[in-house]
């Protein structure tokens, strides 16, 4: 029979720091991970203040200093009354050293983490392995009640690897990181509670020019929202368009398409050709939802798979990493000492709850009064004029400016490590 202290569901950046937070404690930890990879396009890059700060104080900052990057500093949107690009957050203003954010694809900041993880004697990462069920006790009917109780404790996983082996891993914990797909969410207890999201996404990539605008930058155009990420040689681009247009609008043809980018960002029009194929721009499915309970006895979800959410604000990894951070000052002692329970788990939701909660509530805000309205061919915030007088507002106010920026860059709440995994 295998076995493990904390069995950690999913490789990615919040799997993997609490797999690495962990181990460096002395916990036994194994990540199950799918792939056989990180090489993953067009997922997130960003890694904000908070995360370089930890990655700093677990001695790591040098060698991720090292990693190619671009930073970035403002977000500028075209909130000006003719279009002029308005900075709403200037990062680079923040207190401290690491006032930007990197970017830096995801795949080069895992396997980092992992790197680092596997120098650790109780820690090991199965690559392509993936959880197909959990393993439980505790099925019976207790005395004097008529119905069985909810499926009990939860003690591992079963996992199946990519050449079709078979087996079960019995765990003390496990900890789901397995994103917004995650094979908790199909628990019934665990109650998932889904928001209305009125866009999807497109992501694809344009060529970048020296006299192009720096930083993140957004757009508004007919019935579409741009976004552009400088990732140096190139934009990473994304386009809102109104939930589950995705079909109608590859069928109007990527011309129009890019006729229509080019308006919400001129500077890009002298390179509406570039992208010569519906195959280069991809599709998210944008959701935002949560679960009500994100444990049970021997289980934790974390990230995206216990709150996912909208790309607006560019932060939900940032979201995942302090989770990981929060779980691991919290179960590190009960996972060395096997005293481990639903207390302790019921602890990592009570501190990290509130953080997802005002984060979503300020994602659905920004749906209903900016993004709904623009897809729908409407004014955000009702009127253009109040569109503006929130311009100057954030614009010429110093201590707004401000407000914005520290979002990006921290979040609602900063998480420490635990001081066992400092070095």
């Not at 990420?229 to 994304?238: K, L, M, S, T």
């Not at 109040?386 to 920026?405: D, G, M, Q």
Request: glycine share 10%.
């Amino acid at each position: 029979m295998e076995r493990t202290t904390c069995c950690v569901v999913g490789g990615g950046p919040a799997g993997m720091v609490l797999g690495l937070l962990l181990a460096r404690a002395g916990v036994d930890v194994t990540v199950l991970e799918k792939h056989g990879d990180f090489l993953r396009d067009f997922r997130g890059d960003t890694v904000h203040p908070s995360t370089l700060a930890l990655l700093d104080e677990l001695g790591l900052g040098q060698r991720f200093a090292r990693l190619p990057q671009r930073r970035v500093t403002t977000v500028q949107l075209p909130l000006g009354s003719d279009g002029t690009l308005v900075t709403v957050g200037d990062i680079a203003a923040l207190r401290g050293r690491f006032n930007y954010i990197a970017m830096v694809p995801q795949w080069d900041l895992l396997d980092l983490l992992a790197d680092e993880a596997r120098r650790e004697p109780t820690f090991s990462v199965r690559m392509n392995t993936e959880a197909t069920g959990f393993l439980r006790e505790g099925m019976g009917v207790p005395p004097g009640r008529a119905k069985p109780r909810a499926r009990g404790r939860v003690t591992g996983v079963r996992y199946r690897t990519a050449d079709g082996r078979t087996g079960e891993l019995r765990a003390t914990l496990t900890v789901a990181c397995d994103g917004r797909g995650s094979l908790a969410r199909s628990l019934p207890e665990l109650a998932l509670r889904s928001f209305a999201c009125p866009m999807d996404a497109w992501w694809f990539r344009l060529p970048r020019r020296d006299g192009d605008p720096r930083g993140l930058v957004g757009g508004v155009g007919e019935r579409l929202l741009a976004a552009m990420i400088d990732r140096g040689d190139y934009w990473q681009c994304a386009a809102l368009i109104p939930k589950g247009s995705d079909a109608e609008r590859r069928a109007a043809g990527l011309e129009p398409f890019m006729r229509s980018y080019a308006a919400a960002a001129p500077w890009l029009a002298d390179r509406v050709r570039a992208l010569r194929s519906w195959d280069e721009v991809k599709l998210l499915d944008v959701r935002l939802d949560r679960l009500r309970r994100w444990h049970r006895p021997g289980l934790l979800c974390l990230g995206d798979a216990a709150h996912a959410m909208s790309p607006v604000f560019g932060i939900g990894i940032n979201l995942a990493v302090e989770d990981a951070v929060a779980a691991a000052r919290y179960l590190v002692g009960p996972l060395r000492t096997g005293t481990v329970g639903l207390r302790d788990v019921r602890a990592v939701q009570r501190r990290r709850w509130p953080t997802a909660a005002l984060t979503q509530a300020l994602q659905r805000f920004a749906h209903a009064r900016v993004i709904a309205p623009v897809l729908a061919g409407q004014a955000p915030f009702g009127n253009p004029r109040r569109a503006r007088r929130i311009a100057e507002r954030l614009t010429t106010s110093r201590r707004l400016n401000r407000l914005p920026a520290y979002f990006l860059a921290y979040g609602a709440v900063r998480e420490r490590p635990p001081a066992a995994s400092v070095r």
